[in-house]
């Protein structure tokens, strides 16, 4: 049954991923707060190969050599998923703990060719970066109103662009993943579901592995 987690989280559960997202990563900056909130909400860009000039690799092939370069880390405590943002669309898959479950790379594959259809709304984006903004500028002295502000006229906030992680962040976080719809992920995969990271206020969930 998949009632409870397509279900829209409330303002508290949005705070707690916020703040979570807050304390395992310290160095994030505003804009990765923008990039993690975007991700939520909107997925990953389809890219176009045309505008780029270079020849397409398959995506199967992308993903099996990154398995390849991370076949030396220890990913015996690795997370499989996490979630991104506060719009419970979206999550994050880390390619090697996937592989390593013996889940099928081409599945993985389709997920990712599937997930643009579910890419949310530009309103609910806004009005989640406010609540994001709010809490961050407290929980963060050094990410204050007047940082965000500056951010917002210096991206042109109100187009909504795709930006990127910035380098601090990714070197800090540097295992390949890839982005899915959350509703499409647990469909396949409903034993890695735990209704106790998007509703951690509801003692009737269980952690699933």
Not at 58 to 84: F, M
Not at 115 to 141: C, H, I, Q, Y
Not at 163 to 180: C, E, G, W
């Amino acid at each position: 049954m998949q009632i409870e987690r397509e279900s829209i989280l409330s303002q508290k559960e949005k705070l707690f991923l916020i703040t979570k997202f807050t304390e395992e990563h310290p160095e994030a900056s505003i804009q990765d707060y923008y990039k993690w909130l975007y991700f939520g909400e909107f997925g990953e860009e389809e890219f176009n190969t045309l505008l780029t000039g270079k020849k397409q690799i398959p995506e199967l092939h992308v993903i099996l050599s990154e398995i390849k370069q991370e076949a030396t880390l220890d990913h015996s405590q690795a997370r499989l998923w996490e979630p991104l943002g506060v719009a419970a669309r979206f999550v994050k898959v880390y390619v090697s703990p996937y592989y390593l479950r013996d889940c099928p790379i081409k599945r993985l594959v389709n997920l990712i060719e599937r997930s643009p259809a579910f890419r949310g709304s530009r309103m609910t984006f806004k009005l989640d970066w406010n609540t994001v903004k709010d809490l961050v500028s407290e929980l963060r002295p050094d990410l204050g109103r007047r940082d965000f502000i500056n951010f917002e006229e210096r991206i042109n906030f109100h187009q909504l662009p795709e930006l990127s992680f910035t380098d601090k962040f990714v070197a800090n976080n540097p295992l390949h993943y890839r982005i899915v719809s959350q509703k499409l992920f647990f469909d396949y995969f409903p034993e890695y579901m735990d209704n106790s990271v998007f509703h951690p206020f509801d003692h009737n969930n269980s952690l699933i592995g």
